[in-house]
T-cell receptor, first 114, second 112 residues
């Protein structure tokens, strides 16, 4: 049973470019949340997807957008990249959107913006 | 919004000693309190969690205590081992959604 997977592992972009990160949830999970983890800090919630809709959003600008597919996998898109977007992007899946559902993290995508 | 503060930021202990990490939170509606362990270059892994209707939970060498009145919760690791060395994050969540709010992390170093 595969856990949460993310691709790519590492990514280098330049300022102003756009990036797409991908996440496949753990088997049996239908809810995907995205987090940004800057170096030396705790993860910060970006948004959550359930039933192909954004259900909750953290304090991130509209440059950050996402999508969930019918197979529950998800993408995170970031437009007009800034140096400050350099971080580890973590995807977490859970068996439902309810507040009782434990979240399991993927290995992350390390994004470097030059 | 919720604010979670975690202390200490670094903690060094001798192998076999106990380690305690404390977190305080601001939102009285928070009702779920997980702890994650993150080794260098790896994903955060859930090690223990507690819900607001429970004051204490234990799993082998790891325990978590919760004081809802004071809005703080703590992670206790007994008989520490070198493989416990990692960054530990506390987090909170309330029933308004499934968003986790994390503390800043504690780097635990267990010296053999």
């Amino acid at each position: 049973d595969a856990g949460v997977t993310q691709s790519p592992t590492h990514l280098i972009k330049t300022r102003g470019q756009q990036v797409t990160l991908r996440c496949s949830p753990k088997s049996g999970h239908d809810t995907v949340s995205w987090y940004q983890q800057a170096l030396g800090q705790g993860p910060q919630f970006i948004f959550q997807y359930y039933e192909e809709e954004e259900r909750q959003r953290g304090n991130f600008p509209d440059r950050f957008s996402g999508h969930q597919f019918p197979n529950y996998s998800s993408e995170l898109n970031v437009n007009a990249l800034l140096l400050g977007d350099s971080a580890l992007y973590l995807c977490a899946s859970s068996p439902g959107p309810g507040f009782t559902d434990t979240q399991y993290f993927g290995p992350g995508t390390r994004l470097t913006v030059l | 919004g919720e604010n979670v503060e975690q202390h200490p930021s670094t903690l060094s202990v001798q192998e076999g000693d106990s380690a305690v990490i404390k977190c305080t939170y601001s939102d009285s509606a928070s009702n779920y309190f997980p702890w994650y362990k993150q080794e260098l270059g790896k994903r955060p892994q859930l090690i223990i969690d507690i819900r607001s209707n429970v004051g204490e939970k234990k799993d082998q060498r790891i325990a978590v205590t919760l004081n809802k009145t004071a809005k703080h919760f703590s992670l206790h690791i007994t008989e520490t081992q070198p493989e416990d060395s990692a960054v530990y994050f506390c987090a909170t969540r309330n029933n308004a959604g499934n968003m986790l709010t994390f503390g800043g992390g504690t780097r635990l170093m267990v010296k053999p």
